[in-house]
Nanobody, 119 residues
Framework: QVQLEEAGGGLVQPGGSLRLSCAAN????????VGWYRQAPGKQRELVAT???????NYADSAKGRFTISRDNAKNTVYLQMGSLKPEDTAVYYC?????????????WGQGTRVTVSL
């Protein structure tokens, strides 16, 4: 059973930065792609960024130029470095994958970490 655990959320002022981490209990080197999603109050969950095993990244337009997704296979961890944060970035951020070998298509989610951008 794959487990994902997010950390790093908190309260930050507009313009500030945070780094989120997603730790897996399996070798992420075998997972084809891992993504970060977020869900703001009253809104649907939306994709923020993804990274493949080969390092290819993809970002939502709202994240381009401000967020960076990366992975450290040695630590089985995926990061989301967020900068120039805005109040509209306030959300619960979730780590996700559905590309685990042998369980392709099965959704694995972390419990989420809350980010609040406010004065």
């Amino acid at each position: 059973q794959v487990q994902l655990e997010e950390a790093g959320g908190g309260l930050v002022q507009p313009g500030g930065s945070l780094r989120l981490s997603c730790a897996a209990n399996v070798s992420i080197g075998i997972i084809y792609a891992v993504g970060w999603y977020r869900q703001a109050p009253g809104k649907q969950r939306e994709l923020v960024a993804t990274i493949t095993r080969g390092g290819t990244t993809n970002y939502a337009d709202s994240a381009k130029g401000r967020f960076t997704i990366s992975r450290d296979n040695a630590k089985n961890t995926v990061y989301l470095q967020m900068g120039s944060l805005k109040p509209e970035d306030t959300a619960v951020y979730y780590c996700h994958t559905n590309t685990v070998p042998g369980r392709w298509g099965h959704d694995y989610w972390g419990q989420g970490t809350r980010v609040t951008v406010s004065l």
